[in-house]
């Protein structure tokens, strides 16, 4: 019986959150294990699927968090001041679905995975869908090893809020309370990320 001592050589990433952790390690793993004929999925297959209703954080297709899900606020000029119920404007008007699925490609320890990221839709925030597309390929440059690259991105998911309006007609931010010139929120951008694994193998 063989077994797989794992030692990762590179971690090459434009971002180490591009893509979730377990979709980048899922597919090499799937991948290495493919190659090795232990286990050969057929078809497509899902590895990952959510659906939100009521989340306590609002995330982007990456997983990574734009901010929470709160039910009041306080202003941020002054935090004793009076709080505010702000659920209304948060509410989600779909479900917030992911999935990540995969198939096997034409070689030995190929893998094509691709995703998608129904967005998020309230009054106030909005993530637009996104799509996901991946490629791992594992091989072998030696009877005792295998190497293997994985590559991808979520594609799409723009984030944008909306201005809350008093009586004034004046704009300012429901998360804090002030003038919407002052709120300047900065978003988490899922980028291209590329994984290279080198494993060594024992009988």
Request: aromatic share 16%.
């Amino acid at each position: 019986m063989r077994v797989f001592s794992f030692f990762i050589l590179f971690l090459i990433s434009a971002n180490a959150f591009s893509a979730d952790a377990f979709t980048r390690n899922y597919a090499i793993q799937t991948s290495m294990t493919s190659y090795t004929e232990q286990v050969k999925p057929v078809g497509f297959w899902l590895s990952s699927f959510s659906s939100e209703k009521k989340p306590m954080y609002f995330t982007n297709a990456s997983g990574m968090s734009i901010m929470a899900n709160s039910t009041s606020a306080v202003s941020a000029y002054d935090s004793t001041s009076t709080r505010y119920g702000m659920s209304n404007f948060y509410a989600l008007q779909n479900d917030h679905q992911r999935l990540v699925g995969h198939i096997n490609g034409f070689s030995k320890g190929e893998l094509f995975s691709i995703g998608y990221d129904s967005g998020i839709n309230t009054q106030k925030l909005n993530v637009n869908n996104a799509v996901y597309a991946g490629y791992t390929k594992t091989m072998s440059f030696t009877e005792s090893s295998l190497t293997a690259i994985s590559f991808g991105s979520w594609f799409g998911g723009r984030t944008s809020e909306s201005p809350c309006i008093d009586s004034y007609d004046r704009q300012y931010s429901c998360r804090t309370l002030t003038a919407w010139g002052d709120y300047k929120p900065s978003y988490p951008k899922p980028l291209a990320f590329i994984d290279l694994r080198h494993v060594w193998i024992f009988d």
